[in-house]
C-alpha cells in the first residue's frame, strides 16, 4: 500500500478515482499545526515558531501513523505553494520516525495525467518555501500581538468602550489605501468647466468635433485635465472663434488591433469575476478552489481548472497546443491567432507555475450547464472564455481621426468601428462608444451651425472596488495572491470598512485605528516599506535568501521599535 497525503476531502475524493486500489489517500483537513491562539508562539532564544496541532487534529494526525506503518511509500500532495509545504513539512516531521520513504509531489491540475507524472518525479521538501511560511507566520504574529493590544486599548479608553480591535501587516496598508482615497474624496472641491464642441451637419447629418487646442504666439496649447475651459477662457472662444472659416485640416483612416488579454492569475481573476459576475473575492476563491479540487460531472470526480493561487500567466506547451487545435476544429482555422501567443510574466512571479485555465478546453461550458452549481457555471466559464480568447486573433478597428481649425482654435474628432470582432465573440472587450462621422476630405469647409459648451463640474478619485483595491495591493506589491481575498473580508470583517453597491468606504472606527497606527506604528502602514517586506519575504521563498532570521528581526525592529523579546 502507498500512502497519499492531500489537505482536502475534495482533494482526496478527485485522486483515489484516478489512483486505484494499491493507494490510500487521506486528507489532513487544512493544516495539521499552527502556532497557539492563545500565547506568542515563537521561541525567541532559536527565532523558530512553537506550532502545536490545531483543535481536533491530533486525531487526523495518528490516523495518519497509523497508515505510515504500513506503507511502501508516502507521497505528499498539499498545494504547491507555501502553506502547502508547510502542511507536508509537518506531516514529513510525524511520520519520519516510522517511515523514511517519504517523498513530496506538487503538481498544477488534479487530472490523472498529471497526478501519475507528478508521482514519476517526486522531490525533498522545499525548506527555502518552509523558511518563507514561518517568516511571514511569526512577522504576522508579532505584529498582531503586540500591536493590537495596545491598539485596542488606546482606541477602548477614547471612545469609552472594550474593542478587540487588530492591526496587521497587509491589511493596516490596504486599510491606509482606502482612508487617504476617502479623504481625497471627503477634501475635493469641484471646479466647473466647459466642453466646447462645434456642432456641424454634412448631407443632412448632423455631427459634433470637440475643441482639443489652440495657437498662441505660435505654440499649440492642448486643452487636458490639467488645462480646462473656464469662463473666461468660454468667454474668450466665443468671442473669437471664427465658426464660418472652419476647414478640415486632415483625415486620417486606418485599421486598429485589440489584442486579447492574457489568461487569467489569481488577481485578474478576482477583479474580472468582481466586475463582470458580481464576486467578492472570498466568494471567487471558493468557488476556484471547488473547480480545482474536483466536482461530481455524471457520477464522475474531475478536477477542472488548474491550481487557482498563482501570479503567472504562463502556459504549459501541451496546453497551448490543445487551445490551438481546439480552436482550429471547433471555432475555425480563420479565427486562430497566426501565431502562438506566449506571454511574458513579471520578475517576481513564480514561472513554474502556470496561469488559470481548464484542465481540458475540450471541456466546452455548455456541457456542465446544470451539472455543477451555476455560479461555478460562471466562473468555469469565464475562465474557459478567457483562455481561448488568448489564442485566438486579434480585433481588426477602423478608425477614423478628424482635425479641424480656424486657424486658432483646433478641433477634433474620432470614430471606431469594429470590423472584426475575432476573439471579442468570445471574451468581450470594452470598444468606445462609435461616433457618427460623416466622410469629409482634407481642406473641405465645415457647415458649423453653432457652437456649444456642456458646463461640468471635476470629479473627485472613485472610490476603491473590490476589483480596483486588487488592482492596487497588486501594484503597490503589497500581499500575494493567496492574501488579497483575505485582506478585503479581514476588513470589513472587522468593520473597519464598509460595502456601499460596490464601492468599499471606510468607517470611522477604520479611520480611527488608521489615525493611531499611522500616529504611533508609522512603518505598519507604509506602502513602500510593506513592499519591501514582501519582497524579502519572496527572496527567502525563492532561495535567494538564506539567512531568513536576520530578516525577521530587521522587519520586526522597523516595524516595532519598541519590541523587546520575551521568553
Not at 391 to 413: C, E, H, P, R
Request: glycine share 4%; proline share 5%; charged share 30%.
Amino acid at each position: 500500500m502507498k500512502l497519499f497525503v492531500v489537505e482536502s476531502p475534495a482533494k482526496a475524493k478527485t485522486i483515489s478515482t484516478y489512483l486505484g486500489k494499491g493507494f490510500v489517500v487521506i486528507a489532513t483537513m487544512g493544516h495539521l499545526k499552527d502556532l497557539p491562539q492563545k500565547e506568542m508562539g515563537i521561541d525567541f532564544s532559536t527565532l523558530e515558531p512553537r506550532y502545536v496541532f490545531l483543535p481536533g487534529k491530533k486525531k487526523i494526525a495518528n490516523k495518519i501513523i497509523l497508515l505510515s506503518k504500513k506503507a511502501e511509500e508516502i507521497f505528499l500532495a498539499s498545494d504547491r505553494d507555501r502553506e502547502g509545504e508547510i502542511i507536508s513539512y509537518h506531516v514529513k516531521e510525524l511520520v519520519w520516525k516510522y517511515n523514511k520513504n517519504v517523498r513530496r509531489v506538487e503538481f498544477g491540475e488534479i487530472t490523472k495525467n498529471a497526478i501519475l507524472e507528478a508521482i514519476k518525479s517526486p522531490r525533498d521538501i522545499n525548506i527555502d518555501l518552509v523558511n518563507a511560511q514561518k517568516t511571514r507566520r511569526m512577522l504576522d504574529r508579532l505584529v498582531g500581538y503586540e500591536i493590537s493590544p495596545i491598539l485596542s486599548k488606546s482606541l477602548g479608553r477614547e471612545l469609552k468602550k472594550k474593542l478587540a480591535l487588530s492591526a496587521g501587516r497587509v491589511q493596516s496598508p490596504a486599510l491606509r489605501i482606502l482612508c487617504d482615497r476617502e479623504l481625497e474624496i471627503r477634501n475635493f472641491v469641484p471646479t466647473p468647466y466647459y466642453d466646447v464642441f462645434i456642432l456641424c451637419q454634412k448631407d443632412g447629418k448632423s455631427f459634433r468635433l470637440k475643441l482639443a487646442s489652440q495657437q498662441v504666439q505660435g505654440k499649440i496649447v492642448h486643452f487636458s485635465s490639467d488645462n480646462r475651459v473656464n469662463e473666461n477662457k468660454l468667454k474668450e472662444i466665443k468671442e473669437n472663434v471664427n465658426l464660418s472659416e472652419i476647414y478640415v485640416k486632415n483625415v486620417r483612416i486606418e485599421k486598429s488591433k485589440v489584442i486579447p488579454l492574457p489568461p487569467f492569475k489569481t488577481s485578474t481573476l478576482q477583479q474580472d469575476a468582481s466586475t463582470k459576475l458580481g464576486f467578492s473575492p472570498n466568494k471567487t476563491m471558493n468557488i476556484a478552489q471547488e473547480l480545482y479540487e474536483g466536482m461530481n460531472v455524471d457520477g464522475e470526480f474531475v478536477g477542472l481548472i488548474t491550481y487557482m493561487r498563482t501570479d503567472s500567466v504562463r502556459i504549459s506547451d501541451y496546453a497551448l497546443n490543445k487551445v490551438r487545435e481546439f480552436i482550429k476544429e471547433r471555432i475555425g482555422e480563420e479565427y486562430l491567432s497566426p501565431n502562438p501567443r506566449v506571454y511574458e510574466n513579471k520578475i517576481t512571479s513564480q514561472d513554474a507555475h502556470e496561469c488559470i485555465r481548464p484542465t481540458d478546453v475540450y471541456r466546452v461550458p455548455a456541457t456542465l450547464k446544470g451539472k455543477i452549481p451555476e455560479d461555478h457555471y460562471k466562473l468555469y466559464d469565464l475562465i474557459w472564455r478567457r483562455f481561448v480568447a488568448c489564442q485566438m486573433k486579434d480585433a481588426i478597428l477602423l478608425v477614423t481621426d478628424v482635425w479641424a481649425s480656424d486657424g486658432i482654435y483646433n478641433f477634433t474628432a474620432r470614430t471606431k468601428t469594429i470590423l472584426e470582432e475575432n476573439f471579442m465573440n468570445f471574451y468581450p472587450h470594452s470598444v468606445p462608444e462609435d461616433v457618427f462621422l460623416p466622410k469629409l476630405e482634407k481642406n473641405e469647409k465645415l457647415d458649423v451651425l453653432k457652437l456649444e459648451y456642456e458646463k461640468k463640474l471635476t470629479q473627485p478619485p472613485p472610490r476603491y472596488t473590490e476589483a480596483t483595491l486588487i488592482k492596487k495591493l497588486e501594484e503597490e506589491g503589497i500581499g500575494r495572491p493567496s492574501t488579497y481575498a483575505a485582506i478585503i473580508s479581514t476588513l470589513l470583517e472587522r468593520k473597519y470598512v464598509e460595502k456601499k453597491a460596490k464601492s468599499l468606504i471606510p468607517t470611522e472606527l477604520g479611520f480611527k485605528v488608521y489615525e493611531f497606527l499611522k500616529k504611533t506604528y508609522p512603518d505598519v502602514v507604509n506602502l513602500r516599506f510593506t513592499s519591501y517586506m514582501e519582497s524579502l519575504l519572496d527572496d527567502i521563498e525563492s532561495g535567494k535568501i538564506k539567512d531568513w532570521k536576520s530578516v525577521l528581526i530587521e522587519m520586526v525592529r522597523k516595524v516595532i521599535p519598541s519590541f523587546v523579546p520575551r521568553a
